[in-house]
Nanobody, 120 residues
Protein backbone atom coordinates (compact mmCIF):
# COMPACT_ATOMS: atom_id res chain seq x y z
CA UNK A 1 0.00 0.00 0.00
CA UNK A 2 1.13 3.52 -0.79
CA UNK A 3 0.11 6.55 1.21
CA UNK A 4 0.08 9.97 -0.44
CA UNK A 5 -0.14 13.26 1.43
CA UNK A 6 -0.41 16.59 -0.36
CA UNK A 7 0.64 19.95 1.04
CA UNK A 8 1.38 23.47 -0.09
CA UNK A 9 -2.05 24.71 -1.00
CA UNK A 10 -3.34 28.10 0.05
CA UNK A 11 -4.95 31.37 -0.92
CA UNK A 12 -3.07 33.43 -3.50
CA UNK A 13 -3.81 36.22 -5.95
CA UNK A 14 -4.02 35.89 -9.70
CA UNK A 15 -0.55 35.91 -11.22
CA UNK A 16 1.09 34.45 -8.13
CA UNK A 17 2.98 31.19 -7.90
CA UNK A 18 2.56 28.20 -5.61
CA UNK A 19 4.33 24.87 -5.26
CA UNK A 20 2.43 21.79 -4.20
CA UNK A 21 4.15 18.80 -2.68
CA UNK A 22 3.10 15.18 -2.36
CA UNK A 23 4.86 12.89 0.09
CA UNK A 24 4.68 9.22 -0.79
CA UNK A 25 5.30 6.42 1.67
CA UNK A 26 4.88 2.67 1.64
CA UNK A 27 5.54 0.30 -1.27
CA UNK A 28 6.99 2.55 -3.94
CA UNK A 29 8.76 -0.33 -5.69
CA UNK A 30 6.11 -0.66 -8.35
CA UNK A 31 5.46 2.89 -9.53
CA UNK A 32 5.06 3.64 -13.22
CA UNK A 33 3.88 7.22 -13.01
CA UNK A 34 2.56 9.85 -10.64
CA UNK A 35 0.26 12.68 -11.40
CA UNK A 36 -1.75 15.65 -10.25
CA UNK A 37 -5.48 16.03 -10.66
CA UNK A 38 -7.85 18.75 -9.49
CA UNK A 39 -11.51 19.18 -8.74
CA UNK A 40 -13.24 22.54 -8.70
CA UNK A 41 -16.57 23.06 -6.88
CA UNK A 42 -19.43 21.59 -8.86
CA UNK A 43 -17.12 20.06 -11.46
CA UNK A 44 -15.67 16.64 -12.12
CA UNK A 45 -12.11 15.81 -11.22
CA UNK A 46 -9.76 16.58 -14.10
CA UNK A 47 -6.24 15.62 -15.06
CA UNK A 48 -3.51 18.24 -14.61
CA UNK A 49 -0.11 16.62 -15.18
CA UNK A 50 1.70 13.29 -15.02
CA UNK A 51 5.31 12.23 -14.72
CA UNK A 52 7.16 9.00 -15.49
CA UNK A 53 8.52 8.09 -12.08
CA UNK A 54 11.69 6.20 -13.00
CA UNK A 55 13.00 8.80 -15.41
CA UNK A 56 11.47 11.85 -13.76
CA UNK A 57 10.25 12.92 -17.16
CA UNK A 58 6.91 14.72 -17.58
CA UNK A 59 4.47 12.61 -19.57
CA UNK A 60 1.64 15.00 -20.20
CA UNK A 61 0.08 18.29 -19.19
CA UNK A 62 -3.48 19.37 -19.65
CA UNK A 63 -3.90 22.15 -22.20
CA UNK A 64 -5.20 24.48 -19.50
CA UNK A 65 -1.93 24.40 -17.53
CA UNK A 66 0.66 23.78 -20.25
CA UNK A 67 3.38 26.42 -20.07
CA UNK A 68 2.38 27.55 -16.58
CA UNK A 69 2.70 24.43 -14.43
CA UNK A 70 5.66 22.08 -14.08
CA UNK A 71 5.65 18.61 -12.54
CA UNK A 72 8.79 17.16 -11.00
CA UNK A 73 9.93 14.62 -8.45
CA UNK A 74 12.65 13.76 -5.98
CA UNK A 75 12.81 9.97 -6.03
CA UNK A 76 15.27 9.83 -3.12
CA UNK A 77 12.73 11.57 -0.90
CA UNK A 78 9.71 10.00 -2.64
CA UNK A 79 8.31 13.46 -3.26
CA UNK A 80 6.23 14.74 -6.15
CA UNK A 81 5.90 18.45 -6.87
CA UNK A 82 3.74 20.75 -8.91
CA UNK A 83 5.12 24.22 -9.53
CA UNK A 84 2.23 26.48 -10.49
CA UNK A 85 3.01 29.86 -12.02
CA UNK A 86 0.80 32.61 -13.40
CA UNK A 87 -2.13 31.29 -11.43
CA UNK A 88 -5.64 32.17 -12.57
CA UNK A 89 -8.94 32.17 -10.67
CA UNK A 90 -10.01 29.17 -12.78
CA UNK A 91 -7.14 27.19 -11.22
CA UNK A 92 -9.06 27.23 -7.95
CA UNK A 93 -9.67 23.63 -6.93
CA UNK A 94 -8.69 20.85 -4.60
CA UNK A 95 -5.50 19.32 -5.98
CA UNK A 96 -4.87 15.61 -5.62
CA UNK A 97 -1.74 13.56 -6.01
CA UNK A 98 -2.11 10.07 -7.52
CA UNK A 99 0.00 7.05 -8.38
CA UNK A 100 -0.17 4.60 -11.26
CA UNK A 101 1.52 1.27 -10.58
CA UNK A 102 1.81 0.12 -14.19
CA UNK A 103 1.49 1.56 -17.67
CA UNK A 104 -1.81 -0.19 -18.33
CA UNK A 105 -3.19 0.48 -14.85
CA UNK A 106 -5.36 3.34 -13.69
CA UNK A 107 -4.23 5.84 -11.10
CA UNK A 108 -5.09 3.66 -8.13
CA UNK A 109 -3.65 5.43 -5.09
CA UNK A 110 -4.82 8.90 -4.14
CA UNK A 111 -4.11 11.50 -1.52
CA UNK A 112 -6.77 13.52 0.28
CA UNK A 113 -6.03 16.72 -1.55
CA UNK A 114 -4.93 20.26 -0.81
CA UNK A 115 -7.02 23.35 -1.49
CA UNK A 116 -5.75 26.03 -3.86
CA UNK A 117 -7.73 29.24 -4.08
CA UNK A 118 -6.80 31.97 -6.53
CA UNK A 119 -8.46 35.34 -6.05
CA UNK A 120 -8.88 37.83 -8.89
Amino acid sequence: QVQLVESGGGLVQAGDSLRLSCAASGRMVSTYAMGWFRQAPGKEREFVAALLWSAGRPLQYSDSVKGRFAISRDNFKNMLYLQMNSLKPEDTAVYYCALKAAKIADFGSWGRGTQVTVSS
